[in-house]
């Protein structure tokens, strides 16, 4: 971790209204973090309105070209400008950070997390829950790429799932892997005041929920076990179920999950269920990758 305990912060920043609650929920999360608004300034680098305002005929295409860059550039700017005023009124130390990209955005954004050594690469997701459930391409290839944990803050939170934010406790999927091991590190070392509850879920045939006796990996740790019924098509999407529930009924403030596994005797590990729990969990959901990175010095 870095100096002085700061959280340091990567958001991708569009100007949406998703993007802009993350920035909301994150602040929540990681009061007080240093943080980079950033802003992907793609093709065809200026809005539909701008590039429409500027065209004057095929004859001037330089002309137009040179004013699409000038325009854009600023419209990129100011859009990132607004960011960063949302973020310091949300207690952010923030800065405003806008990258030229000609594409694969979740991966460029993965890149600037880990060159400015960030904990965490926040983004907001404007995925629909529950059956219907679908993750933007950003965030998608964010989660997969991303040497750093990524964590995924969907759009909209309910009352109740907004109010636990602030100090609610943190729901770490368990299986005692590398994975979930380095899952509850992270869980453990960004969030050192709050509940941190490891929660391993058991492809049994009940759906009762019960108190584990201590495991070592997980430094004496009570790990509450949770047994589902996981159909064969589709165990993942039983397990985040398992996991959601446990979060909403613990009125926890976020999901930590591992991002890779290995499948076991009656159990049902992370790797296969990260990204379903990121597609149907109502609540964010932090995803850290089997190999942390180095802590930030």
């Known amino acids: 971790m870095n100096a002085g305990n700061v959280r340091r912060v990567v958001v991708g920043y569009d100007g949406s209204p998703a993007a802009s609650a993350a920035i909301e929920a994150g602040a929540l999360l990681f009061p007080g973090a240093q943080t980079w608004i950033t802003h992907l300034w793609t093709p065809p680098f200026a809005s539909d309105e701008l590039r429409r305002r500027l065209w004057t005929g095929a004859r001037n295409i330089n002309v137009f070209v040179q004013a699409v860059e000038r325009e854009g550039g600023r419209e990129a700017d100011r859009l990132t400008s607004m960011g960063v005023m949302l973020a310091r009124a949300a ?21 600037v997390a880990d060159e400015k050594q960030a904990d965490v690469l926040l983004i907001g997701s404007r995925g629909l829950g529950g059956a219907r459930a679908v993750l933007g391409s950003v965030s998608d290839m964010a989660v997969h790429y991303s040497p750093r944990p990524v964590l995924v803050v969907p759009h909209p939170l309910l009352t109740d799932e907004y ?20 899952a509850l590190t992270t869980a453990q070392r960004l969030f050192p005041e709050r509940e941190v509850v490891p929660v391993s879920i058991d492809s049994g045939s009940d759906g009762d929920a019960e108190e584990s006796p201590a495991v070592a990996a997980t430094g004496q740790q009570p790990v509450t076990t949770v047994r589902v019924r996981a159909g064969i098509g589709a165990p993942g999407r039983a397990v985040a179920d398992a996991l959601a529930a446990v979060a ?41 990758p089997q190999a942390p990175a180095d802590e930030a010095e």
Do not use: F, N
């Open 163 to 182: 109010a636990a934010l602030a100090a609610g406790p943190v729901v770490v999927g368990w299986d005692a892997s590398a994975s979930a091991e380095a």
């Open 91 to 111: 207690g952010w130390d923030a800065e405003p950070l806008v990258c030229r990209s000609y594409g694969g955005e979740g991966l460029q954004l993965a890149e």
């Open 248 to 288: 909403a009924d613990r009125k926890a403030g976020l999901i930590v999950v591992g991002s890779r596994g290995r499948s076991a005797v009656r159990k049902i590990l992370l790797g296969s269920v990260a990204m379903a729990t990121l597609h149907r969990a109502h609540r964010p959901v932090l995803v850290v």
